[in-house]
């Protein structure tokens, strides 16, 4: 079994939060696992981050997640095939 993952990273969390949530909500029957990772706790929370999804379905589905969440300042984004 193939597992199709997305990994992003977020240069600015707090700016692009509701925006990366709005395209994930959008196209959130294809995201199978969603993983959120960044450094700090508290008072020292980094803005920096690295999300991790599990994609599932149509790979011009999984494009068209990519091309909006890349149109984002800050958010990069690369597959990964295991």
């Known amino acids: 079994m193939e597992h199709k993952l997305l990994i992003l990273s977020v240069d600015n969390r707090v700016a692009a939060a509701s925006k990366i949530q709005e395209i994930f909500t959008k196209d959130g ?3 199978k696992t969603r993983i959120g990772l960044h450094e700090g706790v508290l ?3 980094s803005n920096k981050g690295i999300i ?4 599932v ?3 011009k589905d999984h494009d068209a997640l990519v091309t909006r969440l890349d149109q984002l300042e ?3 984004s ?3 095939k295991l």
């Not at 991790?52 to 994609?55: A, D, R, V, Y």
């Open 29 to 31: 029957c294809i995201i």
């Open 52 to 55: 991790i999804l599990e994609l």
């Open 57 to 59: 379905g149509e790979k």
């Open 43 to 45: 008072d020292k929370c």
């Open 78 to 80: 690369q597959f990964v």
């Open 74 to 76: 800050g958010v990069k």
